[in-house]
């Protein structure tokens, strides 16, 4: 519900203050179903190109998912996760090279100029870091169906928790430690009104990809469920 709440704060924000850039503001279902809602997105995002230079891009250009919790104040802008691991591993380690400029800026001016003109206090995880190493449970965003389809794209994401009031009935705004949240939400506002109004990024043309040389794609496969095998929890098609 955070995201939800921080997606809808940003759009009346945006509607107040048009950014250079297009944004589309998307609450994606299914994210505890394979990622069901961002993956028929990006799936679609196939269909959604346009030609420039003679080569078929992507028309969205940068993807950026939200999802926080506030036991801790550790943030990372994830290149990847647990669930579309870019390479075929579990945890990538190197963000793609077509996502690189924009981490770099984040990393590099962004983060910087926040914590010398507003003494920003945040524990921000490099991202160039394995999140294994930080992430007591699996990792997943979701931008990274986007990123797996050769798109750009990050996820900004508390790092660090175990997440324990998940799905529980301690998962109420009673519990939400704002101190927590706060920092979290100033540094991802922050970061994504300098990407949409930055004039001119030296972004890497995106190139809609269902296979590449180095193991990463994107592919949907479709079927009809006609059992479920109690014993496995499977579906069978």
Not at 176 to 205: C, D, G, R, T, W
């Amino acid at each position: 519900s955070l995201g939800i709440s921080t997606l809808l704060e940003l759009a009346k924000f945006y509607k107040k203050h048009p950014p250079l850039r297009t944004i589309q503001f998307i609450a994606f279902s299914g994210f505890h179903e394979a990622l069901a809602g961002p993956t028929e997105w990006t799936e679609k995002q196939f269909n959604n190109t346009i030609v420039r230079d003679g080569v078929e891009v992507f028309k969205v250009q940068v993807m950026v998912s939200l999802d926080y919790e506030t036991s801790v104040k550790t943030l990372m802008v994830y290149p990847h996760d647990a669930f579309y691991p870019v390479g075929g591993e579990m945890y990538y380690t190197a963000v793609p090279p077509r996502c690189y400029p924009l981490y770099a800026d984040i990393y590099s001016r962004i983060l910087p100029k926040m914590v010398t003109e507003l003494g920003y206090d945040l524990k921000l995880v490099p991202n160039m870091v394995d999140p294994g190493r930080y992430d007591p449970v699996p990792s997943v965003v979701t931008a990274s169906a986007m990123i797996e389809a050769g798109g750009i794209g990050l996820g900004f994401r508390t790092t660090g928790s175990l997440r324990l009031h998940e799905f529980t009935p301690f998962d109420t705004s009673e519990n939400i430690n704002y101190e927590n949240l706060l920092p979290q939400l100033q540094f991802s506002y922050v970061a994504l009104y300098e990407i949409v109004n930055q004039p001119k990024y030296s972004l890497v043309e995106t190139t809609p990809t269902r296979r590449h040389i180095t193991q990463w794609g994107f592919g949907t496969i479709e079927g009809r469920a006609v059992a479920y095998n109690y014993t496995t929890a499977c579906l069978l098609y």
